[in-house]
């Protein structure tokens, strides 16, 4: 296992989770 590829897809998954978040609060304030 490389550890540049595992930092990597952690950076990945905090960014989508972090894009996810804002979208979800967006779609709650429009509720």
């Known amino acids: ?4 590829s595992l930092e990597r897809t952690a950076e990945h998954t905090a960014v989508h989770a972090l894009m ?10 429009k509720v």
């Open 20 to 29: 996810a978040g804002v979208v979800w609060q967006d779609a709650r304030k």
């Open 1 to 4: 296992m490389r550890k540049r």
